[in-house]
């Protein structure tokens, strides 16, 4: 199980279509169903193959892809940014003590609605699952932030710094997401679980200091347990940001057990904890 290649075959009246995409355990015969609404014709072949990551380790729970250095944060952020490989049920391990992200670091996921396979909504998200092992994800000066869009990811144990951070430490976009099929009815994903995650004391952020960058659907909960922000942080540097706080601008979702001692600046809709209370 875990991330797959996935080649379907159409036959139509006029020709025969190959469609490769990516999918996780369980969601295969979801996104064939979806394509196959949408292009018509009859499906004469799915074949899913194993998708190699060039990192140690195979991903499960028990033996974690390993990140030993920023070269191996490149490798998950190519096969996320490129190859649209969510790792959703995937686990990553980081051992180096630090790793430092450049100020050109994209994030982990993107949005493109030109590259509507195999993610139909548009999004190539980050689903895997991260244990920091309370070591450091450090940010150069410039650096917008470590995740770019999450879609059931979960992070613990881990700690940020960043000197200006232009958007927030951890996820810097919120992005409203139905899904895989984008139908609201069949259940909507949450973007990001944050267990015991750190901003560490020094770090100043131009938005919210965890998670930023617009709002998702009532739907898309955000989960925070046991996180916190250092004394010595400043939310809102630039002091010119609506919907802004330590942890999260618009806060559809939980906080519990956690704590800010953050200076948090804004213009309208500012809170300690979150800017303001979502749908």
Not at 54 to 74: C, F, R, T
């Amino acid at each position: 199980y875990g991330n797959r290649e996935v080649e379907l075959k159409f036959k139509t009246e006029a020709s025969i279509l190959i469609v490769y995409f990516t999918a996780e355990s369980g969601n295969t015969a979801r996104v064939a169903n979806y394509i196959h609404s949408q292009i018509g014709g009859d499906i004469v072949k799915i074949e899913v193959k194993p998708i190699n990551v060039e990192l140690k380790g195979d991903g499960s729970q028990a033996n974690p892809y390993l990140i030993e250095s920023y070269d191996d944060l490149v490798t998950v952020k190519k096969a996320v940014n490129e190859d649209g490989i969510t790792f959703a049920n995937r686990y990553f391990k980081l051992t180096a003590d630090e790793i430092t992200l450049p100020a050109d670091w994209e994030g982990l996921g993107r949005e493109d609605r030109s590259k509507w396979a195999p993610y139909v909504s548009g999004f190539m998200p980050f689903s895997g699952t991260i244990l920091g092992c309370n070591n450091l994800i450090k940010m150069e000066k410039g650096c917008r932030g470590f995740i770019k869009i999450a879609r059931d990811a979960v992070v613990k144990d881990l700690n940020l710094y960043g000197e200006e951070i232009t958007a927030s430490a951890l996820v810097t976009d919120l992005v409203v997401d139905y899904g895989l099929d984008r139908q609201y009815a069949t259940g909507c994903p949450s973007p990001i679980t944050a267990e015991n995650v750190t901003l560490k004391s020094g770090s100043r952020t131009k938005e919210s200091g965890l998670i930023g960058g617009g709002s998702s659907s009532g739907a898309n909960t955000v989960n925070i347990r046991n996180c916190t922000i250092e004394e010595g942080v400043t939310v809102g540097y630039d002091k010119d940001q609506q919907s802004i706080g330590s942890f999260i601008n618009c806060l559809n979702g939980i906080i519990i057990n956690s704590t800010s001692a953050a200076d948090v600046y804004g213009t309208s809709v500012v809170g300690g904890l979150a800017g303001g209370k979502g749908q």
